[in-house]
């Protein structure tokens, strides 16, 4: 197959490129400018030059291809709606990448029991609204001849596949921790998210790419630990002994922005039973405070 992929110079788009490249299929990947396309190049990927505003050349391209995966922006609109009415009627694949934080609370650091499965009801918090209306177009798509889909992966973490290696959350803990000379977390710590391995998350892509239904969601994770729990691993990588410290909210609002609230002190506990189930998904990937602390996350010790 011919598959164009948005962020395709990213972590998650660069690595699902190069395991499609590695399975046979040929990549069309966007990027902003000549620097981004020699990567591409060298990788063996065809580069479009262009941007998600980009917004007549990304439908022209999805005109062209077999299918499309949109590993850019979970929350931009535009790109979405220039791209599916061109696959209206086609059957042609398109999948996009959201993710769990759109069930996501505001904790401030404290646990929460609840779990969450792909029909499970849900409120999103404002501040998600617009991602959850975009994963709602895409899905709608599945009644009008896409076979549109949405995966949500969870707290990301290993080393990528593409140009780009590093993932968000756990790079931005460990530079925290760094710079700070102690390892910390935001409040408590006892929030939970689920997590998932880059190698398990690409393998996902391709298992939706060859036989999920039209208008699927599926989570994508293979354990859970708690924000505390990275940050102990995180100290024992950097030789503090495991030791972690709180650290305040509004010190965490004031260097983080809002991704204080909505991602490090919060809650995203959700199953990929699904994925497992109707795509005999089998997660294999190390686990994530093991590859903090022995795997690929040892070169970034200073």
Not at 35 to 47: D, M, Q, T, Y
Not at 61 to 71: E, F, K, P, S
Not at 76 to 97: C, N, Q, R, S
Request: a neutral charge; proline letters at 4%.
């Amino acid at each position: 197959m011919k598959i164009l992929v948005t962020g395709a110079t990213g972590y998650i788009g660069g690595s699902v490129s190069a395991k499609l490249l590695a399975a046979g299929h040929k990549v069309v990947g966007l990027t902003r400018g000549d620097e981004g396309a020699a990567k591409l190049k060298a990788l063996g990927i065809e580069p479009l030059i262009g941007s998600l505003i980009s917004l007549d050349l990304l439908a022209d391209a999805a005109r062209g291809v077999d299918a499309v995966i949109n590993a850019a922006n979970s929350d931009d609109p535009f790109a979405v709606e220039a791209i599916l009415p061109v696959l209206e009627g086609t059957g042609k694949i398109f999948i996009h990448t959201s993710g769990s934080s759109i069930i996501a609370d505001r904790a401030a650091g404290g646990a929460s029991s609840l779990v969450f499965h792909e029909d499970t009801p849900y409120i999103s918090l404002p501040e998600r609204q617009g991602r959850l209306a975009v994963e709602q177009l895409v899905l709608s798509y599945g009644q009008r001849g896409v076979r549109s889909c949405v995966i949500r992966p969870t707290l990301i973490y290993g080393a990528g596949l593409g140009v780009h290696k590093h993932s968000v959350q756990v790079p931005r803990m460990l530079k925290l921790a760094i710079d700070k000379g102690k390892a910390l977390h935001i409040g408590p710590g006892e929030n939970i998210w689920s997590n998932v391995h880059i190698d398990d998350v690409t393998d996902l892509y391709l298992l939706i790419l060859e036989k999920a239904p039209p208008g699927s969601l599926f989570y994508a994770e293979n354990g859970e630990c708690s924000m505390r729990a990275v940050a102990q691993s995180i100290s024992k990588l950097l030789g503090y002994g495991g030791q972690t410290e709180i650290w305040p909210m509004a010190e965490a609002l004031k260097e983080w922005g809002i991704s204080a609230h909505a991602t490090f002190a919060s809650n995203s506990r959700v199953s990929a039973l699904k994925a497992r189930k109707m795509l005999d998904w089998k997660p294999r990937g190390r686990a994530l405070l093991d590859d903090i602390e022995n795997g690929s996350y040892r070169d970034s010790r200073p």
